[in-house]
T-cell receptor
Framework: ELKVEQNPLFLSMQEGKNYTIYCNYS?????LYWYRQDPGKSLESLFVLLSNGAVKQEGRLMASLDTKARLSTLHITAAVHDLSATYFC????????????FGTGTRLKVLA | DGGITQSPKYLFRKEGQNVTLSCEQNLNHDAMYWYRQDPGQGLRLIYY???????QKGDIAEGYSVSREKKESFPLTVTSAQKNPTAFYLC????????????FGDGTRLSIL
């Protein structure tokens, strides 16, 4: 059974600091996604990672994928308050199934 | 603009009542999904459909039903058999090929009266 675990579950950090969120998954998958959710809102797509060694960057966020370690990271550089949200990773359950399992989410709070 | 529309935004259910949540998309996506989100938790898959007139149970289908009579529409009924329906329900869609991420609606918050 595919399991997706994120850590930490909660993260409180000062503005200007760097930190990394980890997403581990238990079986082989060829697609990994990162989403952002603001409180009470929908999910917004951030990154799609498709191959081993893939790295994507958007502003202060950078995501990477290591398929051999079954690990993805979301790195936050010089955090700002606007990045406060919950971040989810999601993995395709099997090649071409288009059925996804989501991690538990990391709730990030950036303190001014 | 293309997107997913969920309605209503808030819904209240009485004991023993069935309620239906609407989800409509104009993205021309084949696949549609329903997720349940409980406070402080991730998304759990209720049902999904990859093509019209076909749908599959997800991880927590008990107490829920769906239909997919049109490509654009994937309504979810929360039946009286679902004893703990209070949650945030999210509908999503995606193409059935390629690698695009899912697009999500704004959600329906369901509570029990």
């Amino acid at each position: 059974e595919l399991k997706v675990e994120q850590n930490p579950l909660f993260l409180s950090m000062q503005e200007g600091k760097n930190y990394t969120i980890y997403c581990n998954y238990s079986t082989t998958s060829d697609r990994l996604y990162w989403y952002r959710q603001d409180p009470g809102k929908s999910l917004e797509s951030l990154f799609v990672l498709l191959s081993n060694g893939a790295v994507k960057q958007e502003g202060r966020l950078m995501a990477s994928l290591d398929t051999k370690a079954r690990l993805s990271t979301l790195h936050i550089t010089a955090a700002v308050h606007d990045l406060s949200a919950t971040y989810f990773c999601a993995v395709d359950r099997g090649s071409g199934t288009y059925k996804y399992i989501f991690g538990t989410g990391t709730r990030l709070k950036v303190l001014a | 603009d293309g997107g997913i529309t969920q309605s209503p935004k808030y819904l209240f259910r009485k004991e023993g009542q069935n309620v239906t949540l609407s989800c409509e998309q104009n993205l021309n996506h084949d696949a549609m999904y329903w997720y349940r989100q409980d406070p402080g938790q991730g998304l759990r898959l209720i049902y999904y459909s990859q093509i019209v007139n076909d749908f599959q149970k997800g991880d927590i289908a008990e107490g829920y039903s769906v239909s997919r009579e049109k490509k654009e529409s994937f309504p979810l009924t929360v039946t009286s058999a679902q004893k703990n329906p209070t949650a945030f329900y999210l509908c999503a869609s995606s193409p059935r090929t390629g690698t695009q991420p899912q697009h999500f609606g704004d959600g329906t918050r369901l509570s029990i009266l």
